[in-house]
């Protein structure tokens, strides 16, 4: 799985991860910023977040009044609070970002979340976000990336044609609909893409 040191991760207001990996770069972040609806989540755990970001309408009163010195309170309702933390980052210089807990519950919010990466990655951050299952990167252009073989992998197509790839089971053709990128499988100890545009990448974690 990737090796990545992050500058900051944003706990999103999806379901609170649970898988190791995430709890990982959660508990090692050096900086931590809580959309408002997930602060309650990550303070009832032991966590003390740096910053509390969103339009205020989901954090309990207790929580508003306790960490009142860190709450940044956004309330236009042109964009989602996991954006507005984003921007917050951005803002203050921080481009190397983790999101967690941005899937789970409603699942237009789920689609959402995850299609807002290929924004976060025209803003100029780098950034990854990590479910239960496995990490999705928005990519641009050819990339390459370490993995096990076995692993496998789904790619989704935002504004990218001329895919090929070497390390992958399965050959890549341009595609005209989400699933035809999907349960594609990593071959060797590292895969390269190229294509020209935006998509998507999900790994699913490895387990041998």
């Not at 992050?6 to 990996?21: D, F, L, R, S």
């Not at 100890?189 to 041998?208: K, M, R, S």
Request: with cysteine.
């Amino acid at each position: 799985m990737l090796k990545d040191k992050y500058e900051a991760v944003v706990v999103a207001g999806g379901e609170y991860p649970t898988a190791p990996i995430a709890l990982k770069i959660l508990h090692e972040a050096p900086y931590v910023v809580c959309c408002d609806g997930a602060a309650d989540a990550y303070i009832s755990r032991g966590g003390v977040p740096d910053a509390i970001v969103g339009d205020g309408d989901s954090i309990s009163v207790c929580n508003r009044e306790r960490y009142a010195d860190r709450l940044h309170i956004f309330a236009e309702q042109e964009t989602n609070d996991q954006t507005k933390a984003m921007r917050f980052l951005h803002q203050m210089g921080k481009r190397h970002i983790a999101i967690v807990g941005a899937t789970g519950g409603r699942e237009d919010h789920t689609l959402g979340n995850i299609s807002l990466l290929i924004e976060y990655a025209r803003m100029g951050c780098r950034v990854h976000l990590y479910t239960d299952h496995g990490v999705f990167i928005p990519c641009r252009d050819t990339v390459t990336l370490p993995s096990h073989p076995g692993q496998q992998l789904s790619i989704f197509s935002i504004t990218a044609h001329g895919f090929r790839a070497t390390g992958l089971r399965y050959p890549l053709y341009d595609f005209t609909n989400w699933w035809q990128g999907t349960l594609n499988e990593c071959t060797a100890d590292q895969f390269t893409i190229h294509a020209q545009g935006e998509y998507i990448l999900f790994l699913n974690y490895f387990t041998p």
